[in-house]
């Protein structure tokens, strides 16, 4: 562990360098106090472009669930036309298990405005929506009060420190979500934020070419954005002190895992909560020296490392190492948002994977065929498994819905967005490494068959 903790720790206690009693609202003065725009105003002395190099060296990569390199996202941006560019934030939070930016919009709201500033100046977007969930109630009023401390100190708005972009003042909106899942994908969300019907968009065009009202627009969510200011302010070499750094022989076009990261863990253990540590960490040292261990001194069996569409790791994975590359190495999709969600031995596999399903079904958009009806058919499937109702052959046919929804051999990429590989990937993981859970449950003989044998045995 690097000797300095990220900036953000200093503000908000996290287990184990803080107590969670000790949290409060940190208000734009306490934020200025403990070193708060000091990013913002390094990045206001460099020119624009300075910036997004300074972000894709550092390599920071998002934290919303596809961990894809912010600076190269900033890059991909067309330039300059004089017409209006947005910044969306992805503060819609609704993967199952996650929770980790509520923090930040609980305690620390003004870490987040300071990374949408920058971002705003580097990449030139004159106006920025902060996207927030619907069920976030006091969030949302939490980041308003927020937005007009920073409006009333010059952050945004006439006058700002930002200056004129493009010609315009600098605005910052917090709009709030209806409550959908499918808002999380980020052209679902620019389709919320325009007032239309929350469904994924085809892609190309992509949102950096055309994305909100047709215009330029970089999406990205509240941690990744909170972990800019500290990047300005105290240096690449700093985020890269901590992490997982790439291995030898591997080519720099190849990202790697730098930086802290911000776990929720939740589930069988004995002190769920958010816990901040380096991108590397093992799953068996974060449940074991943060969380307590496990609740009621239970084994270990299972655990969701990033949001129920990450899939699962088994109990032979208590040890993995939680970085961007979890996926390649256990066989899951990936760290995702890194909400962490642990299971116990005593844990019905089964109908985990029911439940997954029902949730998947329930939140699909209905738009792309195989996702509306493949998320059914699994959940009917499973619930069959489940009541004891199920043959073996519904194993089999489990394995062949998940792979009909996406069109290549991994199960992806047949649908607009991404819900079909999630609940594609959380299936089939939970099934692979259970699958004698499945098999204990179903009945090994069709029924026809097995009415027979008991008419003949009579």
Known sequence: MALDRPVLTKRIPTPPWGDPRDRKLIDIDMYFDTGGYEGL???????????VELVKEAELRGRGGAGFPAGMKWSFLPPVDGDRRYLAVNADESEPGTFKDRLLLDYDPHLLLEGIAICMHACQLDTSY??????????????????????????????????????????????????AYICGEETGLLESLEGKRGWPRIKPPFPAVAGAFGRPTIINNVETLAMVPPILELGVDWFKSMGVPRPDGVPPTVPASY????????????????????????????????????????????????GISTGVVGPDDYDAQLDFDVGAKYNCLGLGTAGVIVMDEHTDMVAVARNIAQFFSHESCGQCTPCREGTHWMYQLLS???????????????????????????????????????????????????????????????????SVESVNDG
Request: glycine share 14%; net charge positive.
């Open 259 to 306: 930086g802290p990261k911000l776990f929720g863990v939740s589930g069988h253990v004995s002190r769920p909560g958010i816990y901040e540590e380096e991108l590397g960490i093992k799953l068996s040292h974060l449940i074991e020296e943060f969380c307590g261990g496990m609740r009621g001194g239970a084994k270990f069996k299972s655990a969701i490392v990033g």
């Open 384 to 450: 069959r498994i489940e009541r004891g109702q199920g043959h073996a052959k519904d194993i089999d046919l489990l394995y062949e819905v998940a792979g009909s929804m996406g069109a290549l051999p991994s199960g992806q990429g047949s649908t607009i967005c991404g819900l079909a590989d999630g609940a594609n990937w959380a299936i089939r993981t939970i099934v692979d490494k259970f699958r004698n859970e499945f098999e204990t449950r179903v009945k090994k003989k069709p029924q026809i068959l097995q």
């Open 41 to 51: 105003k390094k990045a206001l002395g460099m020119k624009p472009g300075a910036v």
């Open 130 to 179: 902060i996207y927030i969930r619907g069920e976030y109630h006091q969030q949302a009023k939490t980041l308003k009060y927020a937005v007009n401390e920073a409006y009333e100190n010059k952050i945004f708005g006439n006058k700002s420190l930002l200056g004129q972009i493009n010609g315009r003042t600098p605005q910052c909106y917090v709009h709030r979500g209806a409550g």
